[in-house]
Nanobody, 124 residues
Framework: QLQLVESGGGLVQPGGSLRLSCVASGFTLGYYAIGWFRQAPGKEREEVSCITGSGRNIKYDDSVKGRFTISRDNTKNTVYLQMNSLKPEDTAVYYC?????????????????WGQGTQVTVSS
């Protein structure tokens, strides 16, 4: 069973940075594309970024391009989301999930149920 655990969230001021981690439990992360999603209060869950198993192909939502960087270290079974220049509108619970790969590109369709997520709050 695929299980991922998110961590690294917290309270940060606008313009600040956080690095989220997504650690796989019980399976080899490198076999899967991984996506980051987020859900703000009262809103639908939305896509943030994804990375293929090899790390060669990456996608970002327009709202985070140039500010967020996704990366992975398959030797540590971990995917990261470096978030810089954070804005209040980035406030949300962030989730990671294994997602589909289609023609060598990650597609933001989760392959398993959601974990607990990690809360990111951007506020002064």
């Amino acid at each position: 069973q695929l299980q991922l655990v998110e961590s690294g969230g917290g309270l940060v001021q606008p313009g600040g940075s956080l690095r989220l981690s997504c650690v796989a439990s019980g399976f080899t992360l490198g076999y899967y594309a991984i996506g980051w999603f987020r859900q703000a209060p009262g809103k639908e869950r939305e896509e943030v970024s994804c990375i293929t198993g090899s790390g060669r192909n990456i996608k970002y939502d327009d709202s985070v391009k140039g500010r967020f960087t996704i990366s992975r270290d398959n030797t540590k079974n971990t995917v990261y989301l470096q978030m810089n220049s954070l804005k209040p509108e980035d406030t949300a619970v962030y989730y990671c999930a294994a997602v589909r790969t289609v023609q060598a590109m990650c597609v933001m369709i989760p392959l398993h149920s959601w974990g607990q997520g990690t809360q990111v709050t951007v506020s002064s």
